[in-house]
T-cell receptor, first 111, second 114 residues
């Protein structure tokens, strides 16, 4: 079946630094979604991408839908302590039947 | 907008009892809801897709007789864990579909079976 890989698995950065993480697959996806999950909470939708090449921003967050449709990246600029959490990418495959989640990238921000 | 609630937030039950978890879309109607299970430090595992007015679609390996799903209205889906055992202890999260592809998640329910 279709699977997603996320890298890095975890990262520790200083407050104020920019962050970049990505999501890749060997399969084509038609929609990419980026979520953030705080401990003990449900994931919160950050950005949704629908077209290859699409670049979308949400405040300090920017995400892009790769032109090959097999990858997506998420950038966070000027990180702050509340950015701490696990970031999941999710993709809707070509069968449009269900969303598949990646394993997540754990972000820690050092004040 | 797009708020999803879950009840209860956490529950402790004895082995052999059943537990019902509710998922509600508060400000939109959702014909499709999803139930996930998440173990510590792991990603979300889709258990089943819940469709209003029809039977749920279960993922491979998920026992439909153990995890009963009822999507009785456009704003409510319930997951009942029947005859719970300690290995059923987990974080259960629901989501509701708004539009074609965007899922909005509830805050999750922590189930502990003793």
């Amino acid at each position: 079946g279709q699977q997603l890989n996320q890298s890095p698995q975890s990262m520790f950065i200083q407050e104020g630094e920019d962050v970049s993480m990505n999501c890749t697959s060997s399969s084509i996806f038609n929609t990419w979604l980026w979520y953030k999950q705080d401990p003990g909470e449900g994931p919160v939708l950050l950005i949704a991408l629908y077209k290859a090449g699409e670049l979308t921003s949400n405040g300090r967050l920017t995400a892009q839908f790769g032109i090959t449709r097999k990858d997506s990246f998420l950038n966070i600029s000027a990180s702050i302590p509340s950015d701490v959490g696990i970031y999941f990418c999710a993709g809707l495959g070509t069968s449009y039947d269900k969303v598949i989640f990646g394993p997540g990238t754990s972000l820690s921000v050092i004040p | 907008g797009a708020v999803v609630s879950q009840h209860p937030s956490w529950v402790i039950c004895k082995s052999g009892t059943s537990v019902k978890i509710e998922c509600r879309s508060l400000d939109f109607q959702a014909t499709t809801m999803f139930w996930y299970r998440q173990f510590p430090k792991q990603s979300l595992m889709l258990m089943a897709t819940s469709n209003e007015g029809s039977k749920a679609t279960y993922e491979q390996g998920v026992e439909k007789d153990k995890f009963l799903i009822n999507h009785a209205s456009l704003t409510l889906s319930t997951l009942t864990v029947t005859s719970a055992h300690p290995e059923d202890s987990s974080f259960y999260i629901c989501s509701a579909l708004q539009g074609r592809y965007e899922q909005y998640f509830g805050p999750g329910t922590r189930l502990t079976v003793t």
